[in-house]
């Protein structure tokens, strides 16, 4: 066996068919797309080439800048929302009642399509037979806003379901991580005196620390490149007051047919989303990781 894994051209060969499917599905889909926003395209016809024209005009194009804005937003929102959903996670690993069942119910969401959740919310978000509207009349409300058509409040309300999706998520995995403590340590503390929140924040949440910082990442880059709830839930509406960055692309491309400029756009897209992913790994590393 070890003479086997010494031998590179066998090992070149194991690895070989991966990284010809990681080639084709995603380096040179990213290359091309980046070759496209040099194009004058309707991604139909014949191309003509524009070099940087594409680029310049999408830096100055006050409405990637604004969908850009509301992607970070996003991205603010998933990221706070990973302490909620760590402070459930340390509760289901305490051994309560009922714990399993909770798990199982945080877990619903991750088992609809988006396109299935975007319709219930809508009809949750419904301003005249949508159950939360109904509940703010019942309570004394007269006049509840129309979440989805207030420019104001859309983004906002767009928010809540995206991270009703991922809650399952991100529990499982902090979950997972809380249960992998070897129990002896937390006994230990136990019997040092420390109370169940001490035991909490200053055992179990130091030991999951490399799980959060990882979880902050995905939460941030899955916040900055999310496109489907928003476009069935209001298609970037009204008047592009829940635009994020993976719309305001789609459109270009596909509706306007000015793949060229949507190219362009996505193309900016990743490396947005390269550079706060390595400012985020260096803002989260610790100090051994960065003399590494």
Known sequence: ?????????????FVLPALLLTA?????????????????????????????????????????????WHSFLLAIFSTLSLLFYLAIALILSSKIKGADLLRKIYLIPMLLSSVAIAQLWIKIYN???GMLNQILVMIGIDNPPAWLAD????????????????AGFYILIYYAALKNIPESIIEAARIDGATPLQVALKVKLP?????????????????LK??????????????????????YMY??????????????????????????????????????????
């Open 24 to 68: 084709i599905f995603i380096f040179i889909p990213l290359a091309l797309s980046g070759y496209y926003g040099l194009m004058d395209w309707d991604g139909i016809g014949a191309m003509s080439f524009t070099g940087l024209e594409n680029y310049i005009e999408a830096v100055q194009d006050g409405k990637f800048w604004n969908s850009a």
């Open 127 to 129: 301003p005249t037979n």
């Open 1 to 13: 066996m070890d003479k086997v894994m010494s031998n590179k051209w066998l090992i070149a060969l």
């Open 207 to 223: 030991l999951v620390m490399g799980v959060v910082k990882v979880t902050i990442v995905l939460a941030v880059v899955g916040s």
């Open 151 to 166: 420019t104001s409040l859309v983004l906002y309300a767009i928010f809540v379901p995206i991270l009703w999706q991922y």
């Open 226 to 247: 999310y496109f489907d709830l928003i476009y069935v839930m209001t298609g970037g509406g009204p008047n592009g007051a829940s635009e994020v960055m993976a719309s």
């Open 251 to 292: 459109k270009l491309a596909f509706s306007s047919n000015n793949f060229g400029y949507g190219s362009a756009i996505g193309f900016l897209l990743l490396i947005i989303t390269l550079v706060v992913t390595f400012i985020v790994r260096k803002l989260t590393a610790t100090k051994e990781e960065i003399q590494y």
